[in-house]
Nanobody, 125 residues
Framework: QVQLVESGGGLVQAGGSLRLSCAAS????????MGWFRQAPGKEREFVAV????????FYVNSVKGRFTISRDNAKSTVFLQMNSLKPEDTAVYYC??????????????????WGQGTQVTVSS
């Protein structure tokens, strides 16, 4: 079966960095656009970033542009989210997701077929 397993979350001070990883198995990884979403307590799940199947195109939510970078290694079936200059408002559970759809405009949870279990990111002020 398909599995997406996130890692790399933790507690960091404001201004610090974290690198999230998501290892995929059970699917043809290069056949899927990969996204990162986050969900803070009491809030809806929010799009963060998405990367195309071969990594040529990326899209970000405005609040993370210039601070976060999404990348992928198709040989290792892994997608990454490098998060720099972290802010307390970045605190959330971060989820990776796989989509068989187009990467353009794919900013909503309904556009994704598979999800990981999430990893907690906490940014202290």
């Amino acid at each position: 079966q398909v599995q997406l397993v996130e890692s790399g979350g933790g507690l960091v001070q404001a201004g610090g960095s974290l690198r999230l990883s998501c290892a995929a198995s059970g699917l043809t990884f290069s056949g899927y656009a990969m996204g990162w979403f986050r969900q803070a307590p009491g809030k809806e799940r929010e799009f963060v970033a998405v990367i195309s199947r071969v990594g040529g195109r990326t899209f970000y939510v405005n609040s993370v542009k210039g601070r976060f970078t999404i990348s992928r290694d198709n040989a290792k079936s892994t997608v990454f989210l490098q998060m720099n200059s972290l802010k307390p408002e970045d605190t959330a559970v971060y989820y990776c997701a796989a989509s068989s759809g187009s990467v353009s405009g794919n900013y909503y949870p309904g556009g994704y077929d598979y999800w990981g279990q999430g990893t907690q990111v906490t940014v202290s002020s």
